[in-house]
């Protein structure tokens, strides 16, 4: 039996290493893709919490009275409505991660939509059908996914054993490769 010749198994091997390279490239760029989501979501958080005031006093409002509001009270509903607008046009182009925004916005979303409303539709009349159309959006999938989330449930020990350990070999990983910091 004879032995293949190197020129006869270089093709093979070539071929074995580019699809492994294109198998990582792929997973790299997905876990990129997900690690920039996760990022995109912590500064729009960052932004929201900014107007955290202004949800306070949006919340406190009285839909259907919001002729009446004061200027103060205008000007916090449009800027809550704007805000939620934005983040409602990233979750539509996928640059953030819908569900774990709605874990965190559960609550203020569905609650400031249902007390803007009135107001938004009176904008809509007065300018376009199209006007904040994307917290529309935002509204309905955060309360899509809020009414099937049971929320953030108390670990067992053996829970946060199992994070302990992940969180030390992490560390372990980070001190032994992260050399820059």
């Given at each position: 039996m004879e032995w293949p010749t190197w020129?006869?198994?270089?093709?093979?091997?070539?071929?074995?290493?580019?699809?492994?390279?294109?198998?990582?490239?792929?997973?790299?760029?997905?876990?990129?893709?997900?690690?920039?989501?996760?990022?995109?979501?912590y500064d729009v958080i960052q932004k929201l919490l900014d107007i955290r005031p202004k949800i306070e006093i949006v919340l406190k409002l009285e839909?259907?009275?919001?002729?009446?509001?004061?200027?103060?009270?205008r000007a916090a509903a449009m800027d809550v409505c704007s805000r939620f607008h934005l983040v409602g046009i990233l979750i539509i182009e996928k640059a953030i991660d819908p569900v774990l925004f709605a874990r965190a916005w559960y609550y203020s979303v569905p609650q400031c939509y249902r007390i803007l409303l009135p107001y938004i539709q009176e904008k809509r009349r007065m300018t376009d059908q199209r006007y904040w159309s994307a917290f529309d959006v935002l509204n309905e999938m955060v309360s899509s996914i809020a009414k099937e989330w049971k929320g953030f449930q108390k670990l067992s020990t053996n829970d946060i054993e199992s994070l302990k350990r992940r969180a030390n070999r992490f560390g372990t990983f980070k001190k032994r490769f992260w050399h820059f910091e």
């Open positions: 020129k006869e198994v270089a093709p093979v091997g070539s071929m074995i290493i580019a699809v492994f390279s294109l198998i990582y490239a792929t997973l790299q760029g997905k876990a990129s893709r997900r690690s920039q989501r996760i990022q995109n979501l839909p259907d009275k919001h002729q009446n509001w004061t200027e103060e009270e």
